[in-house]
Each structure stands twice: as C-alpha cells, then as structure tokens.
C-alpha cells in the first residue's frame, strides 16, 4: 500500500531495556483505510513498540507519521501530531462524566480562545466522537459506572478528539463480552477509515473476524506478516503459538475450540 499523509511507517524499530532487546528492528506499517493487528506471545514486543512509537520509552529506526519521523520527540509533541494510543488498562476519570472525560481529551488540541467558545457549546469535535463511538445516550453516565466495553470505546472516543490520525490500542477487548468485542471491531471498523489503526491483541477470534492485515512478533521480531489466512497458515507462527506456554492457543488460531 502506498504510504500517505495519514500512514504509520514504522522501519527497523530497536528499543533495548539495559542490554535486553526487547524490540530488535521491527518494521510494519498501517494506512488510513485499514486495521493493522500486531499479535504475538506474551513478552513479544508489542506493547514495546507502540511505547517507543509514542515516546514513551527510547527507540532507534524510525517511526514516521508521513514525512514526520516521531522518534526522538517527546511524548506529548507525538500526542499533537495525532497519533493518540491506548493502555492495557483503561485510564478514563471515573468520576467525571463522559461528556467531562471527552472535554478534558479535546482541551489538548484547543487553543485557549476555542476552550472559551466551547464552554458556550458541544464542541463540534466531542459531537462526533460521542456519534463515532455509540457513546451518545451516556453523555451524562460518570465513566466509573460505564461497562467495561463503555469504557474502553471512551477512550477510543477520547483519542478521535484529540483528532488522532492514528490509533494504537493496546488489547482493546481483553475482558469483554462477546457482544461487546463484536461492537467493538465494528467501531474500529468505522474509525479506520480515513484513519490508521493499529490493535495489539491477544483474542484470535477477534483478529480473523476484523483484521485487515496482521504483522507477527515473537522475541522482539516479525516473525510473519499478511493477511489473517497468510500468517495462519504460516508454519513458523504455528510453531511459535504452540510451543509456547500461556499464548493464546494455536487451536483459536486454526479457528478449532478446546
Ligand atoms: N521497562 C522495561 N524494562 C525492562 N524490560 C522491559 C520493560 N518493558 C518491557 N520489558 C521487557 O520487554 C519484553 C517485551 O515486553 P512487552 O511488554 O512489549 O511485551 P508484549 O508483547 O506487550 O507482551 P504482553 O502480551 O504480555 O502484553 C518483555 O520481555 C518485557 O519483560
Ligand atoms: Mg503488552
């Protein structure tokens, strides 16, 4: 795919931790149009690259939004630049309401002139992204009593106001309800596209059903890359799942259940 203003390129990514590289030159990519998975074992790397990608922890390669390279800046400048992410766990302000949570995300990307001429309105922004979301009826919810799925699609809400160019969800559907990951990858689905999405997940039922293209990491590499039938029917990501323990089985991967 032809790399856009919008696209994510990640080129030989390397994030060492004391002499332990726990990311050892990962390359993949996500353009606006698509939902890029990034699976692999307990210990893979995944949650390491989205950290150096959004300048959280230190990376050597490149990470471009576009023609801007996001290594090397400081996290909020890479928050500015629109790609907003996730955590493993939610991080919402359980005491304010979705509608405050959705204020508070927006006044990132406001100027102090614009946060005045909001407090007279819903912001335009807020608007679509409680529409985006399916959010609309919990507006006045306080985020503490929301449904974990809830919870997790506020978060997803707070990024599109931010106006994040690209999304990086960090095991979106851990925890939730089947209903709840179905909803889920519809909404990803809807905001990705005309953004990129990068999910890093676990759930392989999930991946088959939503995935437009998979990157594998085991060990801090790409271990295989391509379309959900490519990296499922490829011997070496087989290999991987099955020989390792506490991995999401390689029977989930096969689409069998035990
Ligand atoms: N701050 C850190 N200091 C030292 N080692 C770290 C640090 N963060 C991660 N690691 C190590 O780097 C490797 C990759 O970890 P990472 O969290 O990226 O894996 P992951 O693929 O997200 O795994 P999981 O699926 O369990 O979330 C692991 O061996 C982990 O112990
Ligand atoms: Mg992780």
């Not at 599109?160 to 689905?189: F, I, N, W």
């Not at 890093?200 to 059903?209: A, G, I, S, Y």
């Not at 490829?234 to 991995?247: I, N």
């Amino acid at each position: 795919m032809i790399a856009t203003e919008g696209s994510l390129v990640v080129t030989n990514l390397r994030v060492e931790f004391d002499g332990f590289v726990a990311v050892g030159g990962v390359s993949f990519d996500a353009h606006p149009g698509e939902v890029r998975f990034l699976i692999g074992p307990n210990g893979a790397g995944k949650t390491t690259c989205i950290d150096a990608i959004t300048g959280l922890s230190r990376g050597s390669g490149s990470a471009k939004l576009g023609d801007r390279e996001l290594l090397g800046k400081p996290a909020h400048k890479i928050v500015r630049l629109g790609v907003g992410r996730t955590f493993q766990t939610a991080s919402v302000f359980d005491e304010l309401t979705v509608l405050q949570n959705l204020d508070i995300a927006a006044g990132l990307h406001r100027s102090s002139l614009s946060l005045l001429r909001a407090r007279r309105g819903i912001d335009p922004a807020i608007e679509r992204a409680l529409e985006e979301s399916g959010l609309g009826a919990e507006r006045m919810t306080p985020a503490g009593i929301l449904s974990h799925g809830q919870k997790q699609w506020l978060e997803i809400a707070m990024l599109l106001v931010q106006d994040a160019k690209v999304l990086l969800l960090d095991e979106p559907v851990a925890g939730m309800s089947q209903d709840e990951r179905t909803a889920t990858g519809e909404l990803l689905g809807r905001v990705a596209a005309n953004r990129a999405v990068v999910v890093v997940e676990h759930d392989m039922d999930f991946m088959r059903r939503f995935a437009t293209r998979v990157t594998v990491l085991h060990q801090g590499r790409v271990l295989s890359e391509g379309s959900v039938s490519d990296v499922q029917s490829d011997p070496r990501v087989q290999e991987v799942y099955l020989g390792t323990a506490g991995a999401p089985s390689v029977t989930t991967i096969e689409g069998e259940t035990h």
